[in-house]
């Protein structure tokens, strides 16, 4: 059985950075397309980035309004994806979660529906 466990949530401080860690259990996380999503009050759940599984190249796509501040990481001796967000933004603050899916494909990233498995979500608080 997969579960995605979440930490690291905190303050979101305008120019500051917060890191954000996804760990896994039950298989490995190379084997998955990892990916980061979040979601704001009142707002969709939106794609924030995503590191594609071994198997297909484990190239890193980002949404536009974070590439540059964001970076994803999958560490594969630990089994954990991370979320380093750097210079953040008001806009940043949102609940940030974490999903799973082998067997993704390229067109649907974006799309949460398409993932088979999820963390409980991080709060990301707004701190201006």
Same mark, same amino acid.
Request: aromatic residues 10%.
């Given at each position: 059985?997969?579960?995605?466990? @979440? ?9 500051? %950075? ?6 896994? %259990? ?7 397309? *990892? ?7 009142? $707002? @969709? +759940?939106?794609?924030?980035? *995503?590191?594609? #599984? !071994?198997?297909?190249?484990? #190239?890193? /796509? /980002?949404?536009?309004? =974070? #590439?540059? +501040?964001? *970076? ?5 001796? $630990?089994?954990?994806? *991370? &979320?380093?967000?750097? $210079?953040? $933004?008001?806009?940043?603050?949102? =609940? /940030? /979660? ?7 494909? &390229? %067109? !649907?990233? #974006?799309?949460? +529906? ?13 701190? !201006?």
């Amino acid at each position: 059985q997969v579960q995605l466990v @979440e930490s690291g949530g905190g303050l979101v401080q305008p120019g500051s %950075s917060l890191r954000l860690s996804c760990a896994a %259990s039950g298989s490995s996380v190379s084997r998955y397309d *990892t990916a980061w999503f979040r979601q704001a009050p009142g $707002k @969709e +759940r939106e794609f924030v980035a *995503t590191v594609r #599984r !071994s198997g297909t190249g484990g #190239r890193i /796509y /980002y949404v536009d309004s =974070v #590439r540059g +501040r964001f *970076t994803i990481s999958r560490h594969n001796a $630990k089994n954990t994806a *991370t &979320l380093q967000m750097n $210079k953040q $933004k008001p806009e940043d603050a949102s =609940v /940030y /979660y974490c999903a799973g899916c082998s067997t993704m494909v &390229l %067109s !649907s990233i #974006r799309m949460p +529906r398409k993932y088979a498995y999820w963390g409980q979500g991080a709060q990301g608080t707004l701190s !201006s």
